[in-house]
């Protein structure tokens, strides 16, 4: 589907054939919403992978939360992955909030993006798949 501007498309209104002009705000800001919050998603599972490959990700991934979280010690390593999701899910989202906002785009693409990369992150986090990528299965 081409790329519509997100002024004003018409639309043939039954049988009449009148033609009615409708305003249309554009997908694009929607898209670029719901595909940085997978894209954070991902970010914090792959950080959760890392800090349990590496002693020394661990204890930095601990230290990056103690800057910041209050309280980050009783939560240990995950203060930071958290920090890492946060920060990915709030830089990719001004991206492409500027990439896309002005777009009117497909949300059938994008949503089912989403869900691919939703699927990966869950796949990464579960305890199975995670020792497998560990070598420890």
Known sequence: MAALTPTQIAETTGTTGTTETTDLKPAGPAAAA?????IGLLAMAV????GEASPAIKTALQNLGNLWIPGAQGIGPYSGKETIGLVVWLVSWAILH???RRKQVNLTTYGLTFLVILGLATTILWPPALHVLLGKA
């Open 98 to 100: 500027y990439v896309l």
């Open 34 to 38: 719901f595909l940085a919050g997978s």
């Open 47 to 50: 950080s959760h992978w890392a």
